[in-house]
């Protein structure tokens, strides 16, 4: 991945005629040949092994809540705008254009990630979790019990973040909810009841 | 005739039970689908192109380079050449493309040439807005002082009339000056609270999509009754011909009762492409467009008799609400809540380049809050005296009262109540004298406030199927506040069903006219038109059980699934065979609530006290809350645990303006400097400490039926937390959101 995000700075045109630029912008300038037409996860490995820039819509597969999917992609695509508008899973919200919201909060390879600040072709041959998938789980159960939602369009960022964060600390105390949930931003004020649902899943609440 | 009323609290079954809210797993797992999650067959993504600049005149714009862009389906101007914007970030153009990014990308083509004009946005500077030198339009405004200052109206009012040898245009003000010159105490002070934004987590806008000659738009808005006209007008069809369908919303805070422009320009789009499009601003345009609160800055002079009660109040505020019409905290609510017998206030209204305020939760009120209620705490300082004690004797009695809005018995039990749970008598010490923890020092302090909130205008139309299902329409919607609940509750107490047996039908234009939701009036609204419609139709049930077993019908009741002659279920019928005696059409029955009739149903004006408990460091001037008590009357409680919710929001919302938010914009070029949302300080989950409701429904209040709660327990937080922090450090730091700077600037001012 690293090829694809370095010196942005030294956007200088290579003889082969293609610049960095166009490349991210994925304007359809001339890539090089070798890479374009071939599967997500190869491209991958080519541009990882070569540094080969690549332009244009690809197909690309990725792993999303266990089950394989083809979407379309250009190198600047984010993998927020793949999951919301190809694949209808609109649980992760585009809130805000840096990151500081976690309103597109999904666990990729069980890591809490903003699907808005990731590019689609990042996500090749990880596994992508959305809060769709958590339907069940203890999570969602409690933030339903402690009324932990308003108009709940941070909601589901917010379930994924907790989750992730009760994965890495399931004996989680009260301080330590309150030190590590700030990633995210709630508009209407419902981090009272977030923490109460918060330890409610500490203490077992909700499961099954 | 059936005589409308809600159950006795000990003999609800439903209604003030706890409850989840009914639309809670969808919310909580994503299912939920506001506007910016519909997803319509080849829709286009629409981006609009915002002003650079805070005030420019345009003297070119060119779309067609965006229509070269790979992806781009359509371009327009929204402006023209010669048009001049007063704010930065008004949309000039709009692109709709195949994807964000190629919307995005041709936006950025768009070529606009600008002639750049003289900026003004001090908002918090009465002398420079005075001194600003600027064409004057022709004719000139009468209300234009000078510059960019407006008259803004002001009242003065002496308990003494000019005698037959005063001068009647000089009396008021040598009567408050001799008043304040026999004042036992006066507080001279400035105090401030800066512009906020509505900052909406789903921006404005509108997902639309055209059928035949027919248009659906997909909303965000907190008024779903009443935009379809607004779209239907510019768009030259007619209302009918609109449906406006708005299922989820994320978030609105009183700044989304409009289709908006770009919502129009959305619909045209789609009609010219004859492809729906999604339209959603960015995050810097919500930030700039998408609704602002106006700002406040006041000088005050105050005077008080020996006891600490208030006898002359004198001030003059400013502030701004944007360019298009000059306005700002209006000078009725000066000050707040207290009454004193004299007083003059003048208000000012400074014109900036920033884009139009929008009603902003309890408009006008946490400002006169947090800029007046700071005063009478000073006072209490000045005095070395308790504060609770200052603002119980302002409060006057039932009898004599010294405030509006609520009776002052309400306050002063709620004040009861509330200094017992923040620990006022074991944490209180009088103004900067309490024990410092190394840098550390702690305080206390309190406001109250008072709302209106009757029910709005609202509709609904209750269907009872012969199999025994209930449902009902209603062209309401839920912004979070738990407003299907509340109806679910309602009707779920009226039939003696489970309230998730009730299928809400709500969020539609083609469903019975409901009210917007803003000012606090949807619970009282939508409740009491259930409670009509849910009554009425039990009545027909009833007679027709009644005839079945017997039976008086006003002898029967509807308990735990079954309809029974009151108290004795030996003598009863399910609700379902109640409901097979319908016959084969269901039974539809209207109810309707009407905002300016005062019923036992749906009442107005609630009080509420809050107070706040804060450590502050004074090394760094960083401000932490360690508890924060709300006490709040509603009249009667449907749903506590959503009640709940919208209080310990309302307060989080409050502790984010209090120590965080604020609009920043650059003096010299209009530029709003944190448009983003990590610039734009909001409060996060580590930063609100303990908070404490308590709802208060003593038989006194719960008897003037269902009142509204959005507004009422966001005003009080500003000078809560103020007056909490000017108790731990001694000084004031007169200007919100108190930021570390602000508080080392304060303290160093002091010594």
Same mark, same amino acid.
């Given at each position: 991945?690293?090829?694809?995000?370095?010196?942005?700075?030294?956007?200088?045109?290579?003889?082969?005629?293609?610049?960095?630029?166009?490349?991210?912008?994925?304007?359809?300038?001339?890539?090089?040949?070798?890479?374009?037409?071939?599967?997500?996860?190869?491209?991958?490995?080519?541009v990882?092994?070569?540094?080969?820039?690549?332009?244009?819509?690809?197909?690309?597969?990725?792993?999303v809540?266990?089950?394989?999917?083809?979407?379309?992609?250009?190198?600047?695509?984010?993998?927020? &705008?793949?999951?919301?508008?190809?694949? &209808?899973?609109?649980?992760a919200?585009?809130?805000?254009? &840096?990151?500081?919201?976690?309103?597109?909060?999904?666990?990729?390879?069980g890591?809490?990630m903003?699907?808005?600040?990731?590019?689609a072709?990042?996500?090749?041959g990880?596994?992508?979790?959305?809060?769709?998938?958590?339907?069940g789980?203890?999570?969602?159960?409690?933030?339903?019990?402690? &009324?932990?939602?308003?108009?709940?369009?941070?909601?589901?960022?917010?379930?994924?973040?907790?989750?992730?964060?009760?994965?890495?600390?399931?004996?989680? +105390?009260?301080?330590?909810?309150?030190?590590?949930?700030?990633?995210?931003?709630?508009?209407?004020? +419902?981090?009272?009841?977030?923490?109460?649902a918060?330890?409610?899943?500490?203490?077992?609440?909700?499961?099954? | 005739m059936v005589?409308?009323?809600?159950?006795?609290?000990d003999?609800?079954?439903a209604?003030g039970?706890?409850?989840?809210r009914?639309?809670?797993p969808?919310?909580?797992?994503?299912?939920?689908?506001?506007?910016?999650?519909?997803?319509l067959?080849?829709?286009?993504? /629409?981006?609009?192109?915002?002003?650079?600049?805070?005030?420019?005149?345009?003297?070119?714009?060119?779309?067609?380079?965006?229509?070269?862009?790979?992806?781009?389906?359509?371009?327009?101007?929204?402006?023209?050449?010669?048009?001049?914007?007063?704010?930065?970030? $008004?949309?000039?153009?709009?692109?709709?493309?195949?994807?964000?990014?190629?919307?995005?990308?041709?936006?950025?083509?768009?070529?606009?040439?600008y002639v750049?004009?003289?900026?003004?946005?001090? $908002?918090?500077?009465?002398?420079?807005?005075?001194?600003?030198?600027?064409?004057?339009?022709t004719?000139?405004?009468?209300?234009?002082?000078?510059?960019?200052?407006?008259?803004?109206?002001?009242?003065?009012?002496?308990?003494?009339?000019?005698?037959?040898?005063?001068? $009647?245009?000089?009396?008021?003000?040598?009567e #408050?000056?001799?008043?304040?010159?026999?004042?036992?105490?006066?507080?001279e002070?400035?105090?401030?609270?800066?512009?906020?934004?509505?900052?909406?987590?789903?921006?404005?806008?509108?997902?639309?999509?055209?059928?035949?000659?027919?248009?659906?738009?997909h909303l965000?808005?907190?008024?779903?009754?009443?935009?379809?006209?607004?779209?239907?007008?510019?768009?030259?069809?007619?209302?009918?011909?609109?449906?406006?369908?708005?299922?989820?919303?994320?978030?609105?805070?009183?700044?989304?009762?409009?289709?908006?422009?770009?919502?129009?320009?959305?619909?045209r789009?789609?009609?010219?492409?004859?492809?729906?499009?999604?339209?959603?601003?960015d995050?810097?345009?919500?930030?700039?467009?998408?609704?602002?609160?106006?700002?406040?800055?006041?000088?005050?002079?105050?005077?008080?008799?020996?006891?600490?009660?208030?006898?002359?109040?004198?001030?003059?505020?400013?502030?701004?609400?944007?360019?298009?019409?000059?306005?700002?905290?209006s000078?009725g609510?000066?000050p707040?809540?207290?009454?004193?017998?004299?007083?003059?206030?003048?208000?000012?209204?400074?014109?900036?380049?920033?884009?139009?305020?929008?009603?902003?939760?309890?408009?006008?009120?946490p400002?006169?809050?947090?800029?007046?209620?700071?005063?009478?705490?000073?006072? /209490?300082?000045?005095?070395?005296?308790?504060?609770? %004690?200052?603002?119980?004797?302002?409060?006057?009695?039932?009898?004599?009262?010294?405030?509006?809005?609520?009776?002052?018995?309400?306050?002063l039990?709620?004040?009861?109540?509330?200094?017992?749970?923040?620990?006022?008598?074991?944490?209180?010490?009088?103004?900067?004298?309490?024990p410092?923890?190394?840098?550390?020092?702690?305080?206390?302090?309190?406001?109250?406030?008072?709302?209106?909130?009757?029910?709005?205008?609202?509709?609904?139309?209750?269907?009872?199927h012969?199999d025994?299902?209930v449902e009902?329409?209603?062209?309401?919607?839920?912004?979070?506040?738990?407003?299907?609940?509340?109806?679910?509750?309602?009707?779920? %107490?009226?039939?003696?069903?489970p309230?998730?047996?009730?299928k809400?039908?709500?969020?539609?234009?083609?469903?019975?006219?409901?009210?917007?939701?803003g000012?606090?009036?949807?619970?009282?609204?939508?409740?009491a038109?259930h409670?009509?419609?849910?009554?009425?139709?039990? /009545?027909?049930i009833?007679?027709?059980?009644?005839?079945?077993?017997?039976?008086?019908?006003?002898?029967?009741?509807?308990?735990?699934?079954?309809?029974?002659?009151?108290?004795n279920?030996?003598k009863?019928?399910?609700?379902?065979?109640?409901?097979?005696?319908?016959?084969?059409?269901?039974?539809?029955?209207?109810?309707?609530?009407?905002?300016?009739?005062?019923?036992?149903?749906?009442?107005?004006?609630?009080?509420?006290?809050?107070?706040?408990?804060?450590?502050?460091d004074?090394?760094?001037?960083?401000?932490?809350?360690?508890?924060?008590?709300?006490?709040?009357?509603?009249?009667?409680?449907i749903?506590p645990?959503?009640?709940?919710?919208? #209080?310990?929001?309302?307060?989080?919302?409050?502790?984010?303006?209090?120590?965080?938010?604020?609009?920043?914009?650059?003096?010299?070029?209009?530029?709003?400097?944190?448009?983003?949302?990590?610039?734009?300080?909001?409060?996060?989950?580590?930063?609100?400490g303990?908070?404490?409701?308590?709802?208060?429904?003593?038989?006194?209040?719960?008897?003037?039926g269902? #009142?509204?709660?959005?507004?009422?327990?966001?005003?009080?937080?500003?000078?809560?937390?103020?007056?909490?922090?000017?108790?731990?450090?001694?000084?004031?730091?007169?200007?919100?959101?108190?930021?570390?700077?602000?508080?080392?600037?304060?303290i160093?001012?002091?010594?």
């Open positions: 991945m690293a090829q694809l995000t370095t010196s942005p700075q030294k956007a200088t045109r290579p003889p082969s005629g293609f610049s960095r630029r166009d490349f991210l912008r994925g304007s359809g300038a001339v890539a090089a040949a070798t890479a374009v037409h071939q599967q997500a996860t190869a491209i991958a490995q080519e990882k092994a070569a540094a080969v820039p690549i332009s244009g819509e690809q197909s690309i597969d990725l792993d809540n266990g089950k394989p999917v083809k979407v379309k992609a250009e190198p600047r695509t984010t993998l927020l &705008d793949v999951l919301r508008l190809q694949l &209808d899973l609109t649980g919200k585009p809130i805000c254009t &840096d990151g500081s919201s976690g309103g597109a909060t999904v666990l990729v390879d890591k809490p903003q699907a808005n600040m990731m590019l072709m990042q996500a090749v990880k596994k992508i979790q959305t809060v769709e998938s958590l339907v789980d203890a999570v969602p159960n409690a933030f339903v019990a402690c &009324d932990a939602q308003q108009c709940g369009f941070c909601t589901p960022g917010f379930v994924v973040a907790v989750r992730a964060f009760l994965n890495q600390k399931p004996k989680a +105390t009260e301080e330590e909810i309150r030190a590590g949930l700030n990633g995210n931003l709630c508009r209407c004020g +419902t981090y009272a009841n977030i923490i109460h918060a330890l409610m899943v500490v203490k077992g609440g909700t499961n099954g | 005589e409308y009323s809600w159950p006795a609290k003999k609800a079954t209604i039970t706890r409850v989840k009914l639309d809670g969808e919310k909580a797992t994503g299912k939920a689908k506001y506007s910016y999650d519909i997803n067959k080849n829709q286009l993504i /629409a981006k609009g192109l915002g002003c650079p600049h805070a005030h420019a005149k345009i003297t070119s714009i060119d779309v067609a380079p965006a229509l070269k862009v790979p992806g781009v389906v359509h371009a327009e101007p929204l402006k023209k050449s010669g048009d001049e914007i007063e704010w930065q970030g $008004e949309l000039l153009a709009v692109v709709a493309a195949e994807s964000p990014a190629a919307a995005a990308e041709g936006v950025k083509a768009i070529k606009v040439e750049q004009l003289p900026v003004f946005v001090e $908002e918090d500077n009465l002398v420079a807005a005075s001194a600003v030198v600027e064409p004057v339009p004719p000139r405004p009468p209300n234009l002082i000078s510059g960019r200052a407006w008259k803004g109206g002001g009242k003065t009012l002496t308990v003494k009339e000019p005698g037959d040898n005063d001068d $009647e245009a000089t009396f008021g003000d040598k #408050i000056e001799r008043l304040l010159k026999e004042s036992a105490y006066v507080v002070a400035t105090y401030g609270i800066d512009t906020i934004t509505h900052c909406c987590l789903e921006p404005h806008g509108s997902t639309v999509e055209w059928s035949g000659g027919k248009l659906t738009a965000s808005t907190q008024n779903v009754s009443q935009t379809a006209g607004q779209f239907a007008t510019p768009l030259s069809i007619t209302a009918d011909d609109v449906t406006v369908h708005c299922d989820y919303i994320g978030g609105g805070f009183g700044s989304k009762f409009q289709a908006d422009y770009w919502g129009v320009a959305a619909a789009i789609a009609k010219a492409t004859g492809r729906p499009v999604k339209f959603m601003l995050r810097d345009q919500e930030l700039k467009l998408g609704g602002s609160r106006p700002s406040a800055y006041i000088t005050v002079r105050l005077g008080a008799d020996k006891d600490g009660v208030v006898q002359v109040w004198d001030s003059s505020h400013w502030g701004s609400a944007g360019a298009s019409n000059p306005g700002g905290v000078e609510q000066i707040y809540v207290f009454t004193p017998p004299n007083y003059r206030r003048l208000q000012t209204n400074l014109k900036t380049n920033h884009a139009q305020a929008r009603a902003w939760r309890a408009p006008n009120h400002q006169a809050c947090a800029i007046t209620q700071t005063a009478y705490d000073d006072l /209490a300082a000045k005095m070395g005296a308790d504060s609770l %004690e200052i603002f119980k004797k302002n409060l006057g009695t039932d009898a004599k009262s010294g405030s509006r809005g609520a009776k002052p018995s309400v306050y039990a709620e004040m009861e109540i509330g200094a017992k749970l923040i620990g006022w008598k074991e944490h209180w010490h009088p103004h900067g004298k309490g410092a923890k190394g840098s550390v020092v702690e305080g206390l302090g309190l406001a109250l406030h008072t709302w209106g909130g009757g029910g709005n205008n609202s509709t609904c139309s209750v269907k009872i012969p025994g299902g009902t329409f209603c062209g309401t919607q839920d912004l979070g506040t738990g407003t299907r609940t509340v109806i679910a509750l309602v009707l779920a %107490e009226c039939f003696g069903l309230y998730d047996a009730i809400v039908n709500i969020g539609s234009s083609k469903y019975p006219t409901a009210g917007a939701s000012g606090s009036t949807t619970v009282g609204g939508v409740s038109a409670r009509r419609a849910g009554q009425e139709a039990f /009545a027909k009833a007679e027709l059980v009644g005839k079945k077993l017997e039976v008086e019908p006003a002898t029967l009741e509807a308990v735990k699934g079954r309809v029974q002659v009151a108290g279920p030996a009863s019928v399910s609700w379902k065979e109640a409901c097979t005696l319908i016959g084969m059409t269901p039974l539809e029955v209207p109810g309707a609530n009407r905002n300016s009739e005062r019923t036992n149903l749906t009442s107005i004006q609630v009080g509420g006290v809050q107070f706040a408990h804060v450590a502050v004074k090394e760094t001037g960083v401000i932490k809350l360690k508890k924060f008590v709300a006490v709040q009357d509603m009249g009667l409680i749903s645990q959503q009640a709940e919710s919208q #209080i310990y929001g309302a307060v989080i919302m409050g502790i984010a303006y209090s120590l965080f938010e604020q609009r920043i914009s650059d003096p010299k070029t209009g530029a709003i400097l944190n448009a983003e949302l990590k610039d734009y300080k909001l409060a996060r989950l580590g930063d609100v303990e908070i404490v409701v308590s709802l208060y429904e003593p038989e006194s209040e719960r008897s003037r269902v #009142i509204g709660l959005g507004e009422p327990p966001v005003i009080s937080p500003g000078a809560a937390i103020s007056n909490a922090v000017a108790n731990a450090l001694g000084v004031r730091v007169p200007t919100l959101p108190m930021t570390p700077q602000r508080v080392l600037a304060a160093k001012a002091k010594v």
